[in-house]
T-cell receptor, first 113, second 111 residues
Framework: KNEVEQSPQNLTAQEGEFITINCSYS?????LHWLQQHPGGGIVSLFM???GKKKHGRLIATINIQEKHSSLHITASHPRDSAVYIC???????????????FGAGTILRVKS | DVKVTQSSRYLVKRTGEKVFLECVQD?????MFWYRQDPGLGLRLIYF???????EKGDIPEGYSVSREKKERFSLILESASTNQTSMYLC??????????FGSGTRLTVV
């Protein structure tokens, strides 16, 4: 079992829809990251969370430490939001993981106009 | 804004060649990382470095080596490229206590 599980794996939405991508993890963490990767492109860091909620434009990220769960929401989705969204956690077990991120498999989002 | 620059977006190399992938960051970050990304396997850590001349093996170091002679530059070396090293390679850097900044990636094809 992967330490970081994302759902759904694939998501197709109509322009304007509210989108939620989920991330569950099984290890204790010091921080959780949401990353965005466009086709053929590099990775952009969207959020780094250790508690609560963060908002940037139409993107909202929340984390529940007790439930080991995070969500990424996109409001008023647009075709330019089409990308792969990746959840990654930095374990607080420095002996086991050192300074590494553990990645989810990613969610492929396609927003149709 | 922090920049992480990877020297090539696309590379085609022959089997057996020695390949250098370069990564430079401009914000004095202590930590630098090399990942490879493959369909169905996601991102996997090859090597990381937490300071100049320091390096640590990641999850899949076999067939790779790294060099960090200066703080801003972290090089990934394929001593003898093989076809199973065809992949997207991503470099990242991080200042202690802050988030990660990724480069644009190098898509390497070994023929």
């Amino acid at each position: 079992k992967n330490e970081v599980e994302q759902s759904p794996q694939n998501l197709t939405a109509q322009e304007g829809e509210f989108i939620t991508i989920n991330c569950s993890y099984s290890v204790g963490i010091s921080a959780l990251h949401w990353l965005q990767q466009h086709p053929g492109g590099g990775i952009v860091s969207l959020f780094m969370l250790s508690s609560g909620k963060k908002k940037h434009g139409r993107l909202i990220a929340t984390i529940n430490i007790q439930e080991k769960h995070s969500s990424l929401h996109i409001t008023a989705s647009h075709p330019r939001d089409s990308a792969v969204y990746i959840c990654a956690v930095r374990s607080d077990d420095s002996v086991e993981y050192g300074n590494k991120l553990v990645f989810g498999a990613g969610t492929i989002l396609r927003v149709k106009s | 804004d922090v920049k992480v620059t990877q020297s090539s977006r696309y590379l085609v190399k022959r089997t057996g060649e020695k390949v250098f992938l370069e990564c430079v960051q401009d914000m004095d970050h202590e930590n630098m990382f090399w990942y490879r990304q493959d369909p169905g396997l996601g991102l996997r850590l090859i090597y990381f470095s937490y300071d100049v001349k320091m390096k640590e093996k990641g999850d899949i170091p076999e067939g790779y080596s790294v060099s960090r002679e200066k703080k801003e530059r972290f090089s990934l070396i394929l001593e003898s490229a093989s076809t199973n090293q065809t992949s997207m390679y991503l470099c990242a850097s991080r200042k202690q206590g802050y988030g990660y900044t990724f480069g644009s990636g190098t898509r390497l094809t070994v023929v």
